[in-house]
T-cell receptor, first 115, second 114 residues
Framework: QKEVEQNSGPLSVPEGAIASLNCTYS??????FFWYRQYSGKSPELIMS????GDKEDGRFTAQLNKASQYVSLLIRDSQPSDSATYLC???????????????FGKGTKLSVKP | DTAVSQTPKYLVTQMGNDKSIKCEQN?????MYWYKQDSKKFLKIMFS???????INETVPNRFSPKSPDKAHLNLHINSLELGDSAVYFC?????????????FGSGTRLTVV
């Protein structure tokens, strides 16, 4: 069974700080990775995707991927109280892993940004 | 204009009943999914349809039966509801079965079985 592991938190950071969220995945064939944000009672919303090793920046968000270590992370700079949500890491399953096209989600990390 | 819409948003029903959840997407996507999110927020795939054809059918009780009349619609029918079926059910869609750009999720249906 292919898995994505995340620290469930809660992760608490002060407003203006950098929040660092991490996940690891087990399917070595996965090539596409996503971060979703889910506010309480709402649906997951795609905030970042990453496909190549290295960093990808979009505004205050930076996604990092290391395929050799099977590790994905999300940095949120200048954290705001409105960033308080659960962040879900997802890996796109591969043919190698027997789950092509299937987004495998971690259990999510709950982030709390204190004013 | 809602991209992926689900109805109903809330569903409270008694054990043993049969219920349906409907999903429609207006994104022109080829592939649609049903995911179940339990009380611990864990999202797990149930089914996937590509152009009306079933392509993923995870280990889900036979009481759950998806139906896709066309590629824009994917409905979920549940027979003989059990307490353990209580969860939030999300419909999602992707451009194609490779899902390289991720999914777009509907707003969810919170099912409570009493």
């Amino acid at each position: 069974q292919k898995e994505v592991e995340q620290n469930s938190g809660p992760l608490s950071v002060p407003e203006g700080a950098i929040a660092s969220l991490n996940c690891t995945y087990s399917d070595r064939g996965s090539q596409s990775f996503f971060w979703y944000r889910q506010y309480s009672g709402k649906s997951p919303e795609l905030i970042m995707s990453i496909y190549s090793n290295g960093d990808k920046e979009d505004g205050r968000f930076t996604a990092q991927l290391n395929k050799a270590s099977q590790y994905v992370s999300l940095l949120i700079r200048d954290s705001q109280p409105s960033d308080s949500a659960t962040y879900l890491c997802a890996a796109l399953g591969s043919n190698y892993g027997g789950s092509q096209g299937n987004l495998i989600f971690g259990k999510g990390t709950k982030l709390s940004v204190k004013p | 204009d809602t991209a992926v819409s689900q109805t109903p948003k809330y569903l409270v029903t008694q054990m043993g009943n049969d219920k349906s959840i409907k999903c429609e997407q207006n994104l022109g996507h080829d592939t649609m999914y049903w995911y179940k999110q339990d009380s611990k927020k864990f999202l797990k795939i149930m089914f996937s349809y590509n152009n009306k054809e079933l392509i993923i059918n995870e280990t889900v009780p036979n009481r759950f039966s998806p139906k896709s009349p066309d590629k824009a619609h994917l409905n979920l029918h549940i027979n003989s509801l059990e307490l353990g079926d209580s969860a939030v059910y999300f419909c999602a869609s992707s451009r194609n079965y490779r899902a390289n750009y991720g999914y777009t999720f509907g707003s969810g249906t919170r099912l409570t079985v009493v």
